[in-house]
């Protein structure tokens, strides 16, 4: 039976929450640059220093959220096979393809990325945000534990850790 590994906020996450934070960043700087109406408490225009401050932050934030949240994957899970999604197109991939699964804790969404043994028509890693979970942020997330059992189930090994 085919169930949902990621979290029902990976849309959000992938397109509304980049765009909000890049569209405001982005119009807050190009106020400072041409003038627009952002002064000081006194009523000044704010000091060049601020211009390049928020021109700096709107391109190193919008290239973390690509790294971070732009690139996630709606990820479904059967038996055998995964089934990944961008959004506008599914490919189902075997369990068996499955060569390393990391978690990244120290991002709030503490994103998975699962390594293939052959290229995806989404690359050779894909990573996905699991079901969000409010306690036991020094362990790992339990679909970690539940991809790795299902991938070693499938090439017929027992359900410990996956062979490096």
């Not at 704010?46 to 790294?67: D, N, Q």
Request: aromatic share 14%; charged share 25%.
């Amino acid at each position: 039976m085919r169930h949902t590994v990621s979290s029902g906020q990976t849309f959000f996450m992938k397109f509304v929450f980049p765009a909000a934070w890049l569209t405001g960043f982005a119009a807050v700087t190009v106020a400072l640059f041409t003038g627009g109406r952002v002064t000081n408490p006194d009523g000044l225009p704010p000091p060049t220093e601020m211009k390049w401050l928020f021109f700096g932050a709107t391109v190193i934030g919008g290239l973390f959220l690509f790294w971070c949240c732009m690139r996630l994957k709606r990820v479904e899970l059967d038996d055998d096979s995964l089934y990944i999604s961008n959004y506008l197109r599914e490919v189902r991939v075997p369990l068996r393809d499955i060569e390393e699964i990391t978690e990244n804790r120290w991002i709030n969404i503490r994103p998975v990325t699962l390594e293939f043994r052959r290229d995806t028509e989404f690359g050779p890693r894909i990573t996905f945000m699991p079901k969000t979970r409010w306690w036991g942020f020094w362990r790992a997330h339990p679909v970690v534990g539940e991809l790795e059992a299902a991938a070693r189930r499938s090439r017929g090994l027992p359900p410990e850790r996956l062979p490096a």
